[in-house]
């Protein structure tokens, strides 16, 4: 039996401290948090919490999904929460005004589509910055939310509706099937399909991509439009489960899928990322607000957690990219 040379030896990756950090950091984390809960709560480990849990993570895990996305490519978007309420005000009339739920949901998933190219068109076209342009969207798709509904909420949704919010499919409730559908969906086009390939370039070097011939400007506004599309999604699922529009739903969102998409490792410079990451950042912060309720504390302090656990994880990535130079 022969054995391998040294310098064979020598050509095998070595999973130094800094490679484990990078690769199961995160994961080490949130196992590491869900220990502390099942020390600190009996009910953390109950079926019926990790379902629910699970249950909450999936709308900001799709919103999640398009800001991942968006971010890649060196960007962001502060108006998926407004985007995702008018989207879902919409659809909820629509319904309520006699259209077939199956023309009703693609209508509503076409406007979020539509105001996330709109931004995309004016960051590429009118050089907007991606900062300014979506804060516009913003106050502006909250503005035409309200104007629409007059203040009043959309109460009183069908059977067949909710069902993709408040049903249940072989023992799982359906927003975890959305979005696990979703992430599947593009997980695929990120790893195996060129436009992933062409996303993370643009997001790596925006003039190296141009000068290589990929359509920059076009894979912005259709990055763009996907995180309309998956705002919009996900309000229909959030209020599906509530059977109720609220006019003011969706604020505060783009927070909580910026928190999402940043503890999970993706570069705010873009062409670094993953939506495994971004997946373990959304349950993190779910099971972090999960236990603060577990434990009695006040929901005031979930934001100050928040804020921390964002910053830790700016400075534990900055610290990784900064001994791998």
Do not use: H
Not at 102 to 129: E, H, Q, Y
Not at 253 to 274: C, D, L, R
Request: proline fraction near 4%; aromatic fraction near 6%.
């Amino acid at each position: 039996m022969t054995t391998p040379s040294i310098s064979r030896l020598s050509d095998r990756p070595r999973l130094d401290a800094r490679s484990v950090a990078q690769r199961f950091g995160l994961l080490f984390v949130f196992l590491l948090l869900c220990l502390v809960l099942t020390s600190l709560s009996d009910r953390f480990l109950q079926v019926s919490n990790l379902v629910n849990i699970l249950r909450q993570a999936s709308i900001n895990g799709i919103v999640s999904i398009g800001m991942t996305l968006v971010i890649l490519i060196g960007g962001i978007d502060l108006s998926v929460g407004s985007i995702l309420a008018l989207s879902a005000v919409i659809g909820a009339d629509l319904i309520k005004s006699g259209l077939p739920t199956m023309l009703a949901l693609p209508a509503a998933l076409l406007v979020g589509a539509s105001l996330g190219a709109v931004n995309g068109f004016i960051i590429t076209r009118g050089r907007i910055p991606p900062f300014i342009a979506t804060l516009g969207m913003l106050t502006v798709a909250r503005g035409l939310t309200l104007m629409y509904t007059q203040g009043q909420p959309v109460t009183g949704l069908p059977d067949d509706f909710r069902y993709i919010g408040a049903g249940v499919l072989a023992g799982i409730p359906m927003p975890i099937i959305v979005f696990g559908a979703a992430l599947i969906i593009v997980y695929i086009v990120l790893t195996r399909m060129r436009l992933g390939e062409y996303i993370y370039l643009l997001g790596d070097n925006p003039v190296s991509a141009r000068l290589a011939g990929i359509p920059t400007e076009r894979i912005t506004i259709l990055v763009y439009a996907l995180s309309g599309f998956f705002s919009a999604l996900a309000g229909l699922v959030l209020i599906a489960r509530l059977d109720s529009a609220q006019p003011v739903i969706g604020m505060g969102y783009e927070f909580n899928a910026i928190a999402a998409v940043v503890v999970g490792g993706t570069s705010f410079s873009g062409g670094e990322g993953s939506l495994v990451g971004t997946l373990l950042g959304a349950l993190l912060i779910e099971t972090l607000n999960n236990g603060l309720n577990l434990l009695n504390v006040s929901p005031l302090w979930e934001q100050v957690v928040k804020g921390v656990v964002i910053a830790v994880a700016l400075l534990f990535y900055k610290a990784i990219n900064r001994n791998s130079r």
